[in-house]
């Protein structure tokens, strides 16, 4: 009954990924003649969540041909009129716009980096246009578009 003839292979487990990064492993690969591949990952073992690009490096030293935009002085002087045309501190303005009074103090001296949102709630507070050819007139109250 018995065949003498066939042969029976048991066969082991494939290693598990952390063995076959051991030491040894890649050891006895080499010495087998197997091909090997390293990579060195960029980053790997450090806890880099946050990391600056070479572009806003680049940015922060501000070169010559690299500067942030910002506000020109005569929006700063227009925002600066129109507040006091309303009685209001920055502070007072910078509350009622929800935005911190160091915004505020940027734009009036023309260091602030420009941005639609905040010029737009400044323009609704003070009711000067800020943005566009019809700078410094008046803003018209919604719904009256002539």
């Known amino acids: 009954m018995s065949d ?18 051991s030491e ?9 003649g197997a ?3 390293t990579q060195l990952k960029w980053g790997a073992g450090s806890n880099k969540q946050h ?5 806003t490096a680049k940015l922060d030293r501000e070169t010559e041909e690299l500067k942030h935009e910002t506000i020109s002085l005569d929006v700063g002087r227009l925002i600066q009129q129109g507040r006091q045309s309303k009685g209001m501190s920055q502070k007072e303005l910078a509350t ?9 103090t940027d734009y009036e001296a023309g260091k602030g980096i420009p941005n639609n949102l905040i010029l737009g709630k400044i323009e609704r507070a ?3 246009k800020l943005r566009g050819k019809d700078k ?7 719904g009256n578009k002539n």
Do not use: C, F, Y
Not at 51 to 55: D, F, I, S
């Open 136 to 142: 410094g007139k008046p803003m018209q109250p919604p």
């Open 24 to 32: 040894q492993a890649i050891n006895a690969a080499r010495r087998q």
């Open 96 to 104: 009622k716009i929800n935005e911190k009074p160091q915004i505020i």
């Open 51 to 55: 990391v600056t690009t070479k572009n």
């Open 4 to 21: 003498w003839d066939t042969v029976t292979v048991l066969k082991k487990r494939a290693p598990k990924a952390s063995v076959m990064k």
């Open 35 to 37: 091909a090997i591949d």
């Open 126 to 128: 003070i009711g000067i």
